[in-house]
C-alpha cells in the first residue's frame, strides 16, 4: 500500500533558526497536502500543491512539490515559538480513486 | 461556520463498555471522515462516507468497529466492547470531495478505556 514518510520525526530549533521537514512517498502522488496540529489541537490545512514542482509561499512558510510528485518539503524561515506543532503531510496516490494517506509528522518544539 | 462538531470531547470508560463518538460536519460538505490518532501509529483513517453511504472501511480495525450516517449531520463511531488498546483520540473530518479539497477536522474525542 501507500506509504508517506516524514523526516525527521522531530526537532527542537531556537527561535530564529530555519526548518526544514522532508515528506517522500513510495509512490507519485496526484496533489500533496500539508496540515498542521499544534499541542493538544486539531489538524489544521495549510496548503495544497498540485503541480510539479509547484513552490507556494505563505509569509514565513515555503511549500515544495517534488517534480516526480514523490516528494514535498515544507521549510520555515525564522521560526518563532507560534511555529510549535506537529507538521503532516498527506497525499492521494496518481491515477487511483484512493483516499488521502496521511505521512508520519514532524513534531517541532521551537524554545527561546 | 460552525465547523465540525464532535462529542463528547473525553471519554474515559472500563473495558467491556461500549463507546458512542458523534460528529457534526460541517454543512454541505460530502464527505465524512472518522480517524484515529496514537503515538504509535499516527493518524490512521478508519472509514468514510460520502453522501452518507460509507465508501472504504479498509481501515475499521475489527467487527468491534462500526460507524453509520443516518443523515447528511450526523455520524457515529461505536465500540463495543471497547478495549484498552482502543485508547486514543478520534478525529471526525468533513470535505467537500476526497481528492483536492481541504480536510476540516473537529477537536476530537480523547478515549481512554481502562
Known amino acids: 500500500g501507500q506509504q508517506v514518510m516524514q523526516i525527521p520525526q522531530y526537532q527542537h530549533v531556537q527561535e530564529g533558526e530555519d526548518f526544514t521537514t522532508y515528506c517522500n512517498s513510495s509512490?507519485?502522488?496526484?496533489?500533496i497536502q500539508w496540515y498542521k496540529q499544534r499541542p493538544g489541537g486539531h489538524p489544521v490545512f495549510l496548503i495544497q500543491?498540485?503541480?510539479?514542482?509547484e513552490v507556494k509561499k505563505q509569509k514565513r512558510l515555503t511549500f515544495q512539490f517534488g517534480e516526480a510528485k514523490k516528494n514535498s518539503s515544507l521549510h520555515i524561515t525564522a521560526t518563532q515559538t507560534t511555529d510549535v506543532g506537529t507538521y503532516f503531510c498527506?497525499?492521494?496516490?496518481?491515477?487511483?480513486?484512493?483516499?488521502?494517506?496521511f505521512g508520519t509528522g514532524t513534531r517541532l518544539q521551537v524554545t527561546l | 461556520d460552525a465547523g465540525v462538531i464532535q462529542s463528547p470531547r473525553h471519554e474515559v470508560t472500563e473495558m467491556g463498555q461500549e463507546v458512542t463518538l458523534r460528529c457534526k460536519p460541517i454543512?454541505?460538505?460530502?464527505?465524512l471522515f472518522w480517524y484515529r490518532q496514537t503515538m504509535m501509529r499516527g493518524l490512521e483513517l478508519l472509514i468514510y462516507?460520502?453522501?452518507?453511504?460509507?465508501?472504504?472501511d479498509s481501515g475499521m480495525p475489527e467487527d468491534r468497529f462500526s460507524a453509520k450516517m443516518p443523515n447528511a449531520s450526523f455520524s457515529t463511531l461505536k465500540i463495543q466492547p471497547s478495549e484498552p488498546r482502543d485508547s486514543a483520540v478520534y478525529f471526525c473530518?468533513?470535505?467537500?470531495?476526497?481528492?483536492?479539497?481541504?480536510?476540516?477536522f473537529g477537536n476530537g474525542t480523547r478515549l481512554t478505556v481502562t
Open positions: 462516507f460520502n453522501n452518507n453511504v460509507p465508501i472504504d
Open positions: 500543491l498540485v503541480k510539479s514542482g
Open positions: 498527506a497525499g492521494i496516490r496518481s491515477g487511483t480513486a484512493s483516499k488521502l494517506t
Open positions: 509512490t507519485t502522488l496526484s496533489n
Open positions: 454543512s454541505g460538505h460530502d464527505y
Open positions: 473530518a468533513s470535505s467537500w470531495t476526497v481528492y483536492n479539497s481541504p480536510l476540516h
